[in-house]
């Protein structure tokens, strides 16, 4: 059984076409006598005029013609429609009332522009188009001034946090980041993307600085932006007019405008999603996903081929990093700066910036004196 939607298209489009196959073949005689005309008047230079009767060979063509433009007009506006359709239904009740209050007021402010329009006798397309311009014209901007005052009119001051809308907000930090380009790849990015237009002036401006890291940053930021625009659907400073400029710093503007949305805010900055979080704002970190996905390592296991890259704080101890970045502390590692060795995890502790792991060689003497326990059957990852 069909669905409701997929019917009502059917229906729509079949009705635009049955009328354009319609009109069209009721017309064809005169559209026809018409380009005659005009061929023989511009182009063969005679006075000659012609007339052509309704007949099936002469209206077939335009009916079929209008048959195909009247199917192709009613599935645009199917596509108009459910488009349109999917937002209202996202809409609180509150931006609701807004559009109905700006429709009213299209049609009561116009009605002294129609009056003057009456005045003027202007022919009658002219001025069908003149009253439905204003009409239009004028409503838009009601609807638009009640949005952006959204945050002290009664119907919707104090409704809460808007119900989420399932679009995802890119940071700046984000953005330079560039994992993000991966995830969406991987098909882990759902709903609308949206860059807000005072983050792409962020980054505009880290790639205009005079310093050539922050440069390189803010230029890898915009290189993976042109990425997921080009891979990815993503939209750019429509929505801003929520969140308008009050002096604020990059990350309140993110917060008002999420919450004005109901939109998650995609970064890696800690203080970003702190104070994010203070306002309900849902926050996804690409490090927690990232911890998310790293395989788990527990006490008494080996790591092999670790590379100590530097030394660490205390005597005799070494640094290292797996492939995921995870910094391991060697206790005997000093010695062994830039060598590869196999060693054993002793501690694991995670903190809220990630994991750091402790582990020693196995079978050399601690900086104490001490050598390192073996541990029977150790589980190599």
Known sequence: ???????????????????????????????LRRIFNLISEHILKSTATASYPATPLSIAPFALLGLLLGGFLGNRVMNVAERWGTKWDKMEAGEKANVFLGVFAGF?????????????????????????????????????VLQSMREVLPWTQGKGPRKRSGIKIFDTNVLIDG????????????????????????????????????????RRG??????????????????????????????????????????????????????????????????????????NVLPSEVLPGLKIIKEGREYGQG???????????????????NETVDVTVTQVIQTERGKMIFAEIEG????GGTRGPRRGGPRRV
């Open 1 to 31: 059984m069909p669905a409701p939607g997929s019917a009502a298209r059917t229906v729509t489009t079949g009705v635009f076409a049955l009328v354009g196959a319609i009109l069209l073949g009721v017309a064809a005689s005169e559209i």
């Open 108 to 144: 009561v402010v116009s009605a002294p522009f129609i009056v003057l329009f009456q005045a003027l006798r202007l022919p009658a397309a002219p001025f069908a188009v003149l009253i439905v311009a204003s009409v239009l014209g004028l409503a838009s901007l009601t609807v638009y």
């Open 179 to 218: 994992r993000i380009l991966d995830v969406a790849k991987a098909g882990f990015l759902d709903g609308e993307v949206y860059v807000p237009g005072f983050v792409l002036d962020e980054l505009q401006k880290i790639a205009d600085n005079s310093d050539p890291l922050r440069r390189a940053r803010g």
């Open 222 to 295: 915009l290189d993976v932006l042109k990425q997921l625009q080009a891979e990815y659907p993503l939209e750019a400073r429509i929505h801003d007019r929520y969140a308008p400029e009050q002096g604020d710093d990059v990350d309140h503007r993110l917060v008002r405008l999420a919450k004005a949305l109901g939109a998650d805010i995609v970064t890696n900055d800690f203080n970003l999603r702190g104070v994010a979080e203070i306002q309900e704002v849902r926050v996804m970190s690409l490090n927690d996903l990232a911890l998310a996905l790293r395989p």
């Open 319 to 337: 640094v290292g990093y797996l492939d995921d970045g995870t910094m391991v502390v060697v206790e005997n590692g000093g010695p062994h700066l």
């Open 364 to 367: 050399e003497e601690l900086p």
